[in-house]
């Protein structure tokens, strides 16, 4: 077991992310094995889950002639826009049903502001407004977090940059994440968050 000052945090092990889904990461589904094994490793257990209202910003489909995948400017600055995925309510934005959800100690929803993206844990993507994660760690004497999910190089990545710039000590167990990789996300990203000081591990 490790100390109770390690917390784990799982992003965004949904349907919509996992084979089938509407935004489906390449063998998403196969870490979740690895995923309820960590879960009996730790005190503290997050869990993270997309969910966003039908009219959300980021869905190509809200923007007339928009094609998936291709970039916007947002107030808050640049975005990708996505197929639709994790609707509030649906089964896409469930989480998949191999995954333990039952020990977790809180859920944290987020991107369901209609106007502003989610990808961090931490922050909207304007890297301004908190989800509150922040202070739930910390009054529960939170140090180090150890990040795994969906997908590496995006929600992954940016709730482990958040998580060092606030101060906790960050590693991102690769093997249990998978990635989009959309024209060379993941290398990007993997810079980024040794940048930031955060782990990688296998």
């Not at 990461?25 to 969910?51: C, H, K, S, Y």
């Not at 987020?110 to 931490?122: Q, T």
């Not at 004497?141 to 969906?150: F, K, M, R």
């Not at 940059?161 to 993997?190: M, P």
Request: hydrophobic content about 45%.
């Amino acid at each position: 077991m490790r100390p109770e000052t390690h917390a784990l945090i799982v992003i965004d092990v949904q349907n919509d992310f996992c084979p089938g889904g509407a935004l489906a990461v390449t063998d998403g589904d196969a870490i979740i094995p690895r995923v309820n094994a960590l879960m009996d490793e730790f005190t503290v257990r997050v869990l993270t889950q997309d969910w966003h209202p039908a009219d959300h910003s980021s869905f190509a489909a809200n923007h007339p002639g928009a094609q998936p995948f291709s970039v916007t400017e947002m107030p808050y600055g640049a975005q990708v826009l996505w197929p639709v995925h994790c609707v509030q309510g649906t089964e896409g934005a469930a989480f998949h049903k191999g995954l333990r959800t039952d020990p977790a100690d809180l859920v944290i929803r987020k991107g369901f502001r209609a106007a502003i993206d989610s990808y961090s844990a931490f922050f909207e993507n304007d890297h301004r407004t908190p989800t509150g994660l922040e202070g739930y760690l910390k009054t529960r004497g939170v140090s180090d977090l150890t990040l795994v999910g969906l997908a590496t190089d995006f929600c992954v990545a940016y709730s482990a940059i958040d998580a060092a710039a606030l101060g906790f000590k960050v590693t991102v167990l690769e093997g249990a994440c998978r990635a989009i990789d959309l024209n060379g996300s993941l290398a990007q990203a993997r810079d980024k968050m040794r940048a930031a000081g955060v782990r990688l591990d296998g």
